[in-house]
């Protein structure tokens, strides 16, 4: 199964992006999306289950918001008043089955390519 990523960009202090990640040749029973700032360690944004249940980090919590179109086999990630330090690489990824430690990079085998979103005024 691969992932691709797309809808990142440049955008000023307080804007919006939406990231979506499409799945080809499979489907995930979790998805979810990851980041890299500079310098810093991957880091947990967001997942969702099959059943609909969405997950968050403290940080993004209240101003991201992870959805999943089923039909297309499209996670989405609407990314609102956004931070410089929301800075970094988001990369979605996928599992056949849920893990309870759902916000472990190494939980993940399937990896989208990264899409870049840069904050800046």
């Known amino acids: 199964v691969q992932l691709q990523a797309s809808g990142g960009g440049v955008v000023r202090p307080g804007g919006s992006l939406r990231l979506s990640c499409s799945a080809t040749?499979?489907?995930?029973?979790?998805s979810g999306w990851f980041r890299r700032a500079p310098r810093k360690e991957r880091e947990f944004v967001a997942a969702?289950?099959?059943?609909?249940?969405?997950y968050y980090s403290d940080s993004v919590r209240g101003r991201f918001t992870i959805s999943r179109d089923n039909a297309k086999n499209t996670v989405y990630l609407q990314l609102n008043s956004l931070r410089p330090e929301d800075t970094a690489v988001y990369y979605c990824v996928g599992r056949h089955s849920w893990a309870v430690n759902y916000y472990s990079p190494a939980q993940y085998g399937n990896w989208g390519q990264g899409t870049q979103v840069t904050v800046s005024s």
């Open positions: 040749g499979g489907t995930f029973s979790a």
């Open positions: 969702i289950r099959s059943n609909g249940a969405k």
